[in-house]
């Protein structure tokens, strides 16, 4: 099974290629799909809400290691009176951390239509939200963005593991099991294998 349709190859080989990056946040409370186009994008049988130009992602590569990378997805130009936004993207911090994000490359054809399902290229887990403002400028006054860093799964493989390999520890983790309890006494033992 090939992972791009024939269509999708034959678009990427002409020119120019009309594409876009989507990206699908699975909150707690439910998922938000977004696109930075004007208008309501259907595509994938998903519907992808707009964004206006306000959204950006930083950090895309096509990284083929199993190196932690991290991406990040900013909303800016908010304006002063977006404060109701700003407010519910503080109070969705315990609902967005830990979760799934995904982004998505989808291809259109040359009337800007839809050409076939969205291609998943990065997923990621979000961390928690992040306010800010620029400074004042004259009677424009500052600029407000909400910024939110994602992490793919290899951000936490060089945390040291959970406990010892102990009996202690293994009695807290299983209360009963005997598995470890001489693990303390092999510390200097001598084994003599094979023995005959």
Not at 157 to 174: A, C, E, I
């Amino acid at each position: 099974m090939a992972f791009f349709t024939d269509d999708q190859v034959a678009r990427f080989s002409t020119s120019p290629v009309r594409v876009a990056l989507l990206a699908e946040f699975r909150f707690t409370a439910g998922t938000k799909r977004v696109w930075n186009g004007d208008t309501v994008l259907e595509a994938g049988g998903r519907e992808w809400l707009p964004m206006h130009g306000a959204g950006g992602i930083d950090g895309l590569s096509a990284q083929s290691g199993t190196a932690a990378e991290a991406v990040t997805f900013t909303v800016s130009g908010l304006p002063n009176d977006a404060a109701g936004l700003l407010a519910e993207a503080l109070a969705g911090t315990d609902d967005a951390v830990q979760q799934l994000v995904t982004v998505y490359l989808q291809l259109f054809s040359d009337d800007w239509q839809p050409a076939g399902a969205p291609i998943g290229i990065w997923w990621g887990f979000m961390q928690p939200p992040k306010v800010s403002r620029s400074e004042m400028q004259g009677d424009e006054g500052g600029v407000q963005s909400v910024e939110m860093t994602a992490e793919n799964a290899f951000f936490n493989r060089s945390r040291p593991p959970f406990g010892r390999y102990t009996d202690r520890d293994q009695q807290q983790r299983s209360p009963g099991d005997r598995f470890l309890q001489f693990t303390s006494s092999l510390l200097f033992k001598t084994f003599n294998y094979p023995q005959y």
